[in-house]
């Protein structure tokens, strides 16, 4: 069965300071990752998704399978970034919606 | 507007008082599912659809029920709630086979007594 790690529940950084927000996986296959993003009061959104390999909001992420992980990454965090940040994994690369395994999230707070 | 609607936003009730938490899409998705969100614990996973008449357990389906009967709205029903499904919830639906990116409805608040 497929796990997703999510180490830091509580990350506090200053504004303007990098950001680095950790995610590990076991899977056995080929995973497609995730990050969603919850802002106050918000919906959950998809943030950014491995395979489209994009910078959204200047937030990039990449997938090393080699230690398992797509941790969330940016040079100079924004206090509108402050939201919990979860990462998901899906078993399938291909089609097929079977589902998302979900971390426990990580609240990313920005200190002015 | 694209989007997930859920209703209610907020529900209080008392044990063993049955329920029903309503979603609906309009964007023609395959893929519903329903999640709980706790404290310390995330997003956890109800039950899932995959389309109209097909639905399956997810990581906690315990004292949940769901129908598809249309391919716009996914229930969640429960029969006889209890205190430790006082929870957030969320709807959410995704077009099949496009990569997974989900659109979450904005939440169910429940309160059981």
């Known amino acids: 069965a497929q796990r997703v790690t999510q180490p830091e529940k509580l990350l506090s950084v200053f504004k303007g300071a990098p950001v680095e927000l950790k995610c590990n996986y076991s899977y056995s296959g080929s995973p497609e990752l995730f990050w969603y993003v919850q802002y106050s009061r918000q919906r959950l959104q998809l943030l950014l998704r491995h395979i489209s390999r994009e910078s959204i909001k200047g937030f990039t992420a990449d997938l090393n399978k080699g230690e398992t992980s797509f941790h969330l990454k940016k040079p100079f965090a924004q206090e509108e970034d402050s939201a919990m940040y979860y990462c998901a994994l899906s078993p399938n690369s291909g089609g097929g919606a079977d589902g998302l395994t979900f971390g426990k999230g990580t609240h990313l707070i920005i200190q002015p | 507007e694209a989007q997930v609607t859920q209703n209610p936003r907020y529900l209080i009730t008392v044990t063993g008082k049955k329920l029903t938490v309503t979603c609906s899409q309009n964007m023609n998705h395959e893929y519903m599912s329903w999640y709980r969100q706790d404290p310390g614990l995330g997003l956890r996973q109800i039950y899932y659809s995959m389309n109209v008449e097909v639905t399956d357990k997810g990581d906690v389906p315990e004292g949940y029920k769901v129908s598809r009967k249309e391919k716009r709205n996914f229930p969640l029903i429960l029969e006889s709630p209890s205190p430790n499904q006082t929870s957030l919830y969320f709807c959410?639906?995704?077009?099949?086979?496009?990569?997974?990116?989900?659109?979450f409805g904005s939440g169910t608040q429940l309160s059981v007594l």
């Open positions: 959410a639906s995704s077009l099949s086979g496009t990569g997974k990116k989900l659109f």
